[in-house]
């Protein structure tokens, strides 16, 4: 039975080099992501002033509880969307002037939310080119907390970014939040910011973040929830296919775990155990109409798979993947259609109809990691499937394209292979 070994994960690996920063000691974590999204943050911090050590099992962070290093910092983010929204926050904590900036692809996605939110609590931010997009620069002199209200319906991480701040404001924070996707996501937030000291209690919509900062600590990053979606998914669609993923079990924090629910539903076999999820094909696989508002980004993976189910597969409440690396839902459409699938979309909803089988095509990857992943599973039934931009995928996983053909050759040599 084939046991992958799966990178750790981006969102935990980027909170976590956050709270580590703004911890007061010196924090290790252990088995962080090692891709062009954590890399780009970690060198973030270090254009910020903050030490990062890095071995190949270990990052030491030298946490600086009174923000940057330096009175001046030019930052690039990259494509990282938690780096391009939770570095400008925790710059606002020190005293300087920081300016960021993004790649083309980053510099799309939306901030207003955000930045607008740390202009309430006084923040001097500054958009340079278009409102509400990179590159913005901080005039930084701390942060003295307060009440604010904020629009997380596009994305978790606005909500995420002010919850870290919190602890480093003079007075705390109360967050008003009147709209929320990946709910999720902001669950694993407030346990790591409990690892590291730090709490935050919950009236409703209404967040309460005591001052008091971060104390340091030996952090262990579990394996990434969405990217072990792929192998999920993989023996979901091989009758005697099966997949254990250690480090992921009851007690995971990420909420992307719960894809394997999608996967049971529709008829394959799953076991979460302690700390590891198990997967079996059954050579069944229903169609459905779910919702994936909180599991947004495995999404694609389902749309990958759907092409081979018994009936029509609906994937519900998922506007903000519009507004992800590229528009996933279009794009999952649009390679669906170049593969021969029936598929209609609305604003928030994409269905998939099974039909004839798919025939191989190029797959317009959009420079998303996630694209090209999901549809290396469909590949794993209509050989001849290629990718335009292969090797995005470095984003959260560079050596997945060898991975999965390991894996793949395992998977096909049946159970026990």
């Avoid at 719960?258 to 394959?268: K, N």
Wanted: glycine letters at 12%.
């Amino acid at each position: 039975m084939p046991a992958v070994d799966i990178p750790g994960s981006k969102s935990i690996t980027a909170r976590a080099l956050f709270l580590a920063a703004a911890a007061d000691g010196v924090t290790t974590l252990v088995r962080p992501l090692r891709s062009d999204d954590s890399e780009g943050f970690a060198e973030g911090l270090a254009r910020l002033g903050y030490r990062v050590g890095r071995t190949p099992d270990a990052w030491q962070v030298d946490g600086r509880p009174q923000g940057p290093a330096v009175p001046e910092a030019d930052v690039y983010c990259r494509d990282g969307a938690t780096t391009a929204r939770f570095l400008p926050a925790l710059a606002a904590t020190g005293h300087g002037t920081y300016r960021f900036d993004a790649s083309p692809q980053m510099r799309r996605r939306p901030l207003l939310p955000l930045t607008r939110a740390l202009r309430d609590l006084g923040v001097d931010l500054r958009h340079e080119e278009a409102e509400g997009h990179h590159p913005l620069t901080v005039r930084a002199a701390g942060v003295a907390g307060g009440e604010v209200t904020l629009d997380a319906g596009q994305s978790s991480q606005y909500l995420t970014a002010l919850l870290l701040l919190g602890p480093l404001t003079r007075e705390g924070l109360r967050i008003r939040v009147t709209d929320l996707v990946s709910a999720p996501y902001v669950e694993i937030t407030i346990a790591m910011m409990r690892a590291f000291g730090a709490r935050v209690d919950r009236e409703g919509d209404v967040f309460h973040v005591p001052p008091g900062g971060y104390r340091a600590t030996t952090y262990p990053i579990e394996p990434d929830a969405s990217t072990a979606s792929y192998f999920f998914a993989a023996a979901a669609v091989t009758p005697g296919g099966q997949v254990t993923v250690p480090g992921l079990g009851r007690g995971a924090l990420q909420g992307d775990l719960g894809f394997v629910d999608v996967l049971r539903r529709m008829g394959a076999d799953v076991t979460v155990g302690a700390d590891a999820t198990t997967v079996r094909g059954t050579g069944e696989l229903r169609g459905l109409t779910v919702a994936m508002r909180d599991i947004s980004d495995t999404m694609p993976t389902l749309a990958a798979i759907a092409p081979f189910a018994s009936g029509p597969v609906r994937i519900e409440d998922v506007a903000n993947t519009r507004v992800k690396e590229c528009d996933r839902l279009e794009a999952c459409a649009h390679n669906l259609r170049r593969l021969g699938v029936d598929v209609a979309t609305g604003p928030d909803w994409i269905e998939i109809r099974p039909g004839t089988p798919p025939t191989p095509a190029e797959i317009t990857s959009y420079g998303d990691h996630r694209i090209v992943m999901s549809f290396a599973v469909t590949g794993l039934r209509v050989p001849g499937i290629s990718f335009d931009d292969p090797d995005c995928v470095r984003k959260t996983f560079p050596g997945f394209h060898k991975a999965f053909a390991e894996f793949a050759t395992e998977l096909r040599s049946g159970p026990g292979g």
